[in-house]
T-cell receptor, first 115, second 112 residues
Framework: GAVVSQHPSWVICKSGTSVKIECRSL??????MFWYRQFPKQSLMLMAT?????????EQGVEKDKFLINHASLTLSTLTVTSAHPEDSSFYIC???????????FGQGTRLTVV | GENVEQHPSTLSVQEGDSAVIKCTYS??????FPWYKQELGKRPQLIID?????GEKKDQRIAVTLNKTAKHFSLHITETQPEDSAVYFC???????????FGTGTSLTVIP
């Protein structure tokens, strides 16, 4: 199956700094990338949908200026958590849909801890 | 938009028994229903899926049923094993919205 590579897998940062998370589709072109946030023992919460070459679509309640998404190429989408605070600590995971929007290929996830 | 509900949130079964997880969805346009297994700190892994033109699908110890009229689908795991312990998510995919909506998850524990 298709592979989505996400980096870093774990990051600790100081409060107030920014963190960039990358998701790359290794053997296919991902025109769309979904970004999720997951709290411990909870479900995947869709944050935003990025589309190559256009602005991301954010879900209600997600701060656009805080979670910057860029999808500059067909193989790379990035999520930048700006001015991170402890409440931003979470597991972030990206996913690219398969053809016809069936199947979802997930990245490995990034555990962000803000101290 | 789509709303996917999943029950139960936690489930404990004895090894060898069966486990059933149920999901309902709201958008009749949804036509793809995957199930994912997620181990702690890892990415969700697709274990089985079903499309709206099929009522039931089975893969060894795992089966999924779909009732489009009632808008619900279920995951059945038979002869459970300790390695089945994980969090399971259902999801509904709608081509019109081009998005996947996930259920709230079920934490399954198989007791040896």
């Amino acid at each position: 199956g298709a592979v989505v590579s996400q980096h870093p897998s774990w990051v600790i940062c100081k409060s107030g700094t920014s963190v960039k998370i990358e998701c790359r589709s290794l053997d296919f072109q991902a025109t769309t990338m979904f970004w999720y946030r997951q709290f411990p023992k909870q479900s995947l919460m869709l944050m935003a949908t990025s589309n190559e070459g256009s602005k991301a679509t954010y879900e209600q309640g997600v701060e656009k200026d805080k979670f910057l998404i860029n999808h500059a190429s067909l193989t790379l989408s990035t999520l930048t958590v700006t001015s991170a605070h402890p409440e931003d600590s979470s597991f972030y995971i990206c996913s690219a849909p398969g053809r016809g929007y069936t199947e979802a290929f997930f990245g490995q996830g990034t555990r962000l801890t803000v101290v | 938009g789509e709303n996917v509900e999943q029950h139960p949130s936690t489930l404990s079964v004895q090894e060898g028994d069966s486990a059933v997880i149920k999901c309902t969805y709201s958008d009749s346009a949804s036509n793809y229903f995957p199930w994912y297994k997620q181990e702690l700190g890892k990415r969700p892994q697709l274990i089985i899926d079903i499309r709206s033109n099929v009522g039931e699908k089975k893969d060894q110890r795992i089966a999924v049923t779909l009732n489009k009229t009632a808008k619900h689908f279920s995951l059945h795991i038979t002869e459970t094993q300790p390695e089945d312990s994980a969090v399971y998510f259902c999801a509904a995919g709608t081509p019109t919205g081009n998005q996947f909506y996930f259920g709230t998850g079920t934490s399954l524990t198989v007791i040896p």
